[in-house]
């Protein structure tokens, strides 16, 4: 079965600076995408940013980025410029990938993290 | 192109009764996954569907919850004879195919049962 760690519960950041998420991950598969999802105070689940596990490259969204590393199943998140509108739950989450299979998503517990003006 | 709409926001129920959560996905999308958050945590699979058929049940529990995705109509989370241990926000995604590369999430239902 594959987990999703997310060790810091909270952080906290002023705006302007950059900040980075850390999430570990426990699998056996080698085919599989890692995933940073937003939940703000409206609840809503919006994706921030994807990593395809078969790509080296670690992937970028503007203002995020992600540190991917294989071997040490890490996949972490560096926000910069941080922003007020950051302000929200960030959760860390896993899919395997199948052939016709269910490739529910594995979260993390989450951070909750702060950016201060 | 409206989004995965999910409704009632809010329910709230005495011990006992029924809940039913509805999750129309997005236009072209076959695809419906159910989690379900409770406070302080993560979400947890529920169930996958594709339209008339139920593809992963794995997360759900054996008694009290069912799921449906009709060929017509939204899909529907039922909960018989809720428990306070239901107090949760349940969440659908909906994606066009199976990867939940393109899965796009709801607003979520919070339910209460008192």
């Known amino acids: 079965a594959q987990t999703v760690t997310q060790s810091q519960p909270e952080m906290s950041v002023q705006e302007a600076e950059t900040v980075t998420l850390s999430c570990t991950y426990d699998t056996s598969e080698s085919n599989y995408y890692l995933f940073w999802y937003k939940q703000p105070p409206s609840r809503q689940m919006i994706l921030v940013i994807r990593?395809?596990?078969?790509?080296?490259q670690n992937a970028t969204e503007n203002r995020f980025s992600v540190n991917f590393q294989k071997a040490a199943k890490s996949f972490s998140l560096k926000i910069s410029d941080s922003q007020l509108g950051d302000t929200a739950m960030y959760f860390c989450?896993?899919?395997?990938?199948?052939?016709?299979?269910?490739?529910?998503?594995?979260f993390g517990k989450g951070m909750k993290l702060t950016v201060n003006p | 192109n409206a989004g995965v709409m999910q409704n009632p926001r809010h329910l709230v129920r005495r011990r006992g009764q029924e809940a039913r959560l509805r999750c129309s996905p997005m236009?072209?999308?076959?695809?419906v996954y159910w989690y379900r958050q409770l406070p302080e945590e993560g979400l947890k699979f529920m169930v996958y569907?594709?339209?008339?058929?139920?593809?992963?049940e794995s997360g759900m529990p054996k008694e009290r919850f069912s799921a449906e995705f009709p060929k017509e109509g939204p899909s529907i989370l039922r909960i018989q004879q809720v428990v306070r241990g239901d107090s949760a926000a349940y969440f659908c995604a909906s994606s066009p195919r199976q990867l939940n590369t393109e899965a796009f999430f709801g607003q979520g239902t919070r339910l209460t049962v008192v």
């Open positions: 236009k072209g999308h076959s695809h």
């Open positions: 569907l594709q339209k008339e058929n139920i593809i992963d």
């Open positions: 989450a896993f899919s395997k990938l199948t052939q016709g299979g269910s490739e529910k998503l594995v």
């Open positions: 990593q395809e596990a078969y790509k080296q």
